[in-house]
């Protein structure tokens, strides 16, 4: 929803671009060739097939980074964040999009998706965030990010989603929430609604909750600095199913 995340410089957003714009077990690298699936067959002729670009491979690890590029599972790498770091996406989501910079990192399937809902991992920092209660003003974050997004005005925690779990040896939580008493988006989403979370990068969209969603937070704390991993899609009945994947994307995480 918006690619989105960091809260700012960020929280990882969402929504928010990382590299300049701005997601297990490997498997082999696809070849780029797909079937057209928007593209009329011509007279009964079967449909072309378009050669999409593909996300860098170095040494082994795909880099996160393009836009409109096929994003195959396997093994990812985060160079460019501050605190590089690998991580294992073990599905083949169709991610079309994804960004890394020092402060922020995102993996979706459309950078502006129209609707909520649409699917999207982040990492970032949280270091300016947007008024849980007039969501306009902005402020330097300070504090514990976690009770953060617990007393957060407009994010509702969802019941029993709290629990305590270890990211490559450090201690970390979890919790999930869902949003309440949305605004306008704004610009970037004009249509929608959201709660207003922070801002990544200069120029970059806020990082919010779409209405309809549901977001994952794990916090943890690497170097002396909290690190915030992001989960968001629709709250349907495939979120439980869908979550899992990067459940096991932020339990991979190896800190370089």
Sequence with gaps: MRRLLTFLALLV????????AAGSSARNAPTGERPASSLAAVAGSPAPTVALPMVQLVDGNYLYGGQDVDHPAGSYAAPSFAYPFTAEIDRDLGIRDSGQSATFIYVGQDR????????EF??????????????????????????????HARLT??????IEL????LDARQADFLPSRTVPCGNFHRNLQCVLIGHGSDGA?????FDGSRMRIVVLEHADRQVVFTYQS??????????????GWVRSVDFT
Excluded: H
């Design 122 to 151: 982040d990492v970032m920092f949280l270091s300016r965030v947007l008024d849980p209660d007039d969501q306009r003003s902005i402020g330097q974050f300070s504090g514990d990010a976690f009770e953060w997004f617990v007393d």
């Design 157 to 162: 925690l969802v019941e029993g989603s709290s």
């Design 166 to 169: 270890e990211v490559d040896g």
């Design 112 to 119: 502006n998706a129209p609707i909520n809902g649409d699917e």
């Design 205 to 209: 969209e806020p990082f919010a909750l």
């Design 13 to 20: 957003a969402a929504c928010g671009s990382g590299n300049g």
């Design 234 to 247: 629709a709250d349907t009945t495939e979120y439980a199913d869908k979550v899992v994947v990067f459940d």
